[in-house]
């Protein structure tokens, strides 16, 4: 990049150099010297902004320098190249491109201080747009990471509410066709068959409980009219009394798991009223302080 800029300066002062050669050529006899320097002056006044002006003779003195050069003088071209970069003590560093008209050297320099400022523009212009870059990334990577993770998001709160008594949830789908709107259909579906087999199992299972029940309840009154129908001895009775004792118990746990199966689908309603806790309270310590006098306990 650096020897791109220098040749393109290298093309401006060789351009400057043919605008001075055009004013010696205008002139319909060859110039004295005196009159060429005057022309050369003229110019350099015109574009001192831009550029330095030096003159030299074949033996290397220095008969002409613009008034905008200070104390800066160039020096005779080093190794016997056309353009070099130098170093003014004064006006910093310059690129000089020199040339040869007759028996005088034309060197011509462009101060780089425009280039340096101009690096410096586009640096500073180059970082801003860079931090703009950087932020409208990032926040355009912040959205779409929202916009990505959105239906994931959904689909892990609609599979945190189902359970056994929420079998209804679903996944809210829209009308797109991308693998993340595939994906929760095909979840839909899966929890659709969960809640028909669930369902099922817990109609089967409440009809099998009822069945029990019913069986638990009447197998006593089967036993006992198998009883009194016929006369039993006294051991016969106490087997048969035994054997009522458990089916009865056999019948409350059969009741208590079908009171939880039931809870478990939701079909038992319960109908709550707020109560006063002293009044409850009240009547556990009026139970407790009886139990307490039974069993002889003071406290």
Known sequence: MVREM?????????AEFQ????????APTPLPEAELLQRVAAHAKIDAALYLFQVRRANGDVIFRSDNMG??????????????????ESGGAVRVSEFREGSLIVQIASPLRNVDHLFRSYFEGGLLVMGMVLVMSIFFGLWLKEMALAPIRRIQKTAALISADNLSERIPTGRGNDEVTDLARLLNQMFDRLEKIVLSTMAVCGKRFARAKDAAVDHPVAIREAAHA????????????QQLESISRLATVIEKLLFLARSEVGAIYLNLKAQCTGTLIKAFSE???????EAKCSG
């Open 71 to 88: 104390r800066c003088i160039l020096p005779s071209n080093p190794d016997r190249v056309q353009q070099w970069t130098y170093n003014c």
């Open 287 to 293: 139970d407790a302080v009886v139990l307490c006098e």
């Open 19 to 26: 605008e001075i050669r055009s004013r010696m050529e205008a």
């Open 230 to 241: 016929r006369s039993l001895s006294g051991a016969q009775q106490e087997s048969v009394q």
């Open 6 to 14: 220098f040749r393109g300066i290298d093309l401006l002062n060789a």
